[in-house]
């Protein structure tokens, strides 16, 4: 099943510049920069939440507190997810990341002078909870619309492969223990850190080149491998009448992306509502020390690195819409297992194959998104899409922990279930990801710098 696309005006830039040679296998400069960007906002990202939550804790010991800094970090996506799309796919998307994380490098200031004055309050420490949420939302979804402009559809999923490696290893290995020990160090200097990840991505945000910007129209010069170039028309945003209705229906009117969205996101509700009890299945149950709960999150990121890293391969040899059904049977039984897991050391080998059958599943999605959505479009469908996943992501994690009172492993059992009956009644939706027509072999306005 397939949208209709609009017809070519001509032959797309891509073509242009493959016609003069073989595309080159290697990403380019401005995928790394684009790279590099995005791993330091994530590093600033996961080195803020871990120290916002200790800043709040200094302050105050209020349970609902110190809780409401969770919801404020998922407002801004449900609020605001939507129109982030619209704003991307109006301006320049280079100045909208840079602008994203020069809020949250201001934020980060902010609250370092009410630290150093002693003026710092719950309230202040929530206001840039909320803040460093909305620089998010713009930032990430802007990213996930850049990268198809800098990487040939040929090499996405390798491109993709290093964005989710990266954002496991930071998340999980570099961000919390970093966050914590400055933290421990001084109240200000994951700030400072965070503000310093923050001021990089902004720096090479501005330095991609232009044909990320999708936002004037003009000419663009594309190079093959051998060093010809040859130039092509670069279409921008649709300026004054971007519609934020067009991309909602776009994607409502492509049967595989609005099924594939649903599945999707109801997957991640899984998830989330079985990792509900996650820190007390590990506590209670098994009676992992929480000096030692470090470890527990080091093998669940192990799992995720490690798919990350092979999906690329998987897919080469068996195909996106193989490596997708057999991830998420892989996430599902790795939950399952977790529930009837007899000690500490099965449970933990579990979550790693859970995490990896997640990770590999994260790959091949985002490519083949990337190459059935219009880039005109891209912003307004990722964030309509990212919407959907988050509007269900905090009703089931509430109703995760409500289960969680019945049992600790009953929440897990039921979310891995839950995705292996998914994976069965989704086989065949998954299975024709690679029947998909990419849409830059039909439009001229994907150029591929």
């Known amino acids: 099943m397939t949208a209709p696309v609009t017809p070519a005006a001509g032959p797309a830039p891509e073509a242009v510049a493959d016609a003069a040679s073989p595309a080159p296998q290697k990403l380019s400069a401005a995928f790394y920069r684009l790279w590099i960007a995005a791993i330091g906002s994530n590093l600033a990202d996961g080195v803020g939440r871990v120290a916002l939550p200790l800043l709040a804790a200094s302050l105050t010991r209020d349970p609902l507190a110190i809780s409401v800094l969770g919801a404020l970090g998922v407002i801004p996506w449900l609020a605001l997810g939507v129109y982030s799309g619209g704003v991307i796919d109006r301006y320049d998307r280079r100045k909208v990341m840079a602008a994203a994380d020069v809020l ?8 370092v002078a009410l630290v150093l004055t002693d003026s710092v309050t719950v309230a202040w420490v929530a206001v840039t909870v909320l803040l460093y949420g909305v620089g998010e939302v713009f930032f990430d979804n802007a990213t996930n619309a850049v990268l198809p402009t800098v990487v040939r559809p040929a090499l996405r999923d390798k491109a993709n492969s290093r964005v989710q490696a990266a954002q496991v290893a930071v998340d999980l290995f570099v961000a919390t223990p970093i966050g914590a020990a400055l933290f421990a160090m001084a109240a200000i200097a994951p700030l400072v850190a965070a503000g310093g990840g923050y001021g990089v991505a902004v720096a090479l945000s501005l330095a991609l080149p232009a044909v990320a910007a999708r936002a004037a129209r003009g000419r663009a010069v594309v190079k093959a491998a051998d060093g010809v170039a040859a130039e092509a028309r670069v279409a921008g945003g649709a300026g004054p009448s971007v519609s934020l209705r067009e991309g909602i229906a776009y994607l409502w009117n492509h049967p595989f992306l609005r099924w594939m969205t649903l599945l999707t996101s109801t997957v991640a509700a899984s998830l989330t509502f079985a990792q509900a009890t996650m820190l007390l299945i590990f506590l209670e149950r098994f009676a992992v020390p929480e000096a030692l709960l470090g470890l527990v999150a080091s093998s669940i990121g192990v799992g995720g690195l490690t798919g990350s890293v092979v999906a690329p391969m998987l897919v080469k040899r068996w195909g996106r819409g193989r490596v997708m059904l057999w991830a998420t049977v892989a996430g599902g039984a790795g939950l399952v297992l977790v529930a009837v897991s007899p000690n500490v050391w099965c449970a933990m080998i579990a979550y790693a194959l859970s995490a990896g059958g997640v990770s590999t599943w994260n790959v091949p999605w985002a490519s083949a998104r990337q190459a059935v959505i219009p880039q005109r479009l891209m912003g307004r469908v990722l964030g309509f899409a990212r919407t959907i996943a988050w509007g269900l992501i905090p009703v089931a994690s509430v109703l995760g922990g ?48």
């Open 104 to 111: 949250r490098l201001a934020a980060s200031a902010l609250l």
């Open 402 to 449: 409500l289960v969680g009172r019945v049992s600790l492993v009953m929440p897990f059992a039921i979310g891995g279930v839950a995705m292996l009956v998914l994976a069965a009644v989704g086989a065949r939706l998954i299975l024709s990801t690679d029947a998909q027509q990419p849409v830059e072999l039909e439009e001229d306005d994907d150029a591929v710098a």
